[in-house]
Nanobody, 122 residues
């Protein structure tokens, strides 16, 4: 049974940083693409960071490029989202996800974490 357990999230001030983690079990972790999605109130869920299974290639939409960094540790079966210079528009529920990919394709994800709220206070 595949399980993704997220940690991190919470309340930060504008301009601060936050790191989210996602620990995976029940699958051959290194064989899958991993990604982070964000769902802001009233908006659709969007892919905000992803990393491929083999090459380590990454994807970021323009809205977070240079601000977010995704990484993975295949030995620990865990991946991370480092978010810097947080803004109110970064608020939302963040979901980690794993899937066959392609890593840059939002519909390429099959397994999901429980979601964690990120709130940015001004």
């Amino acid at each position: 049974q595949v399980q993704l357990v997220e940690s991190g999230g919470g309340l930060v001030q504008v301009g601060e940083s936050m790191r989210l983690s996602c620990a995976a079990s029940g699958l051959i972790f290194h064989a899958y693409a991993v990604g982070w999605f964000r769902q802001a109130p009233g908006k659709e869920r969007e892919l905000v960071a992803a990393i491929g299974s083999k090459s380590g290639a990454t994807y970021y939409p323009d809205s977070v490029k240079g601000q977010f960094t995704v990484s993975r540790d295949n030995e620990r079966r865990t991946f991370y989202l480092e978010m810097n210079r947080l803004k109110p528009e970064d608020m939302g529920i963040y979901y980690c996800a794993i899937g066959p990919g392609p890593y840059f394709y939002a519909k390429g994800y099959k397994y999901w974490g429980q979601g964690t709220q990120v709130t940015v206070s001004s």
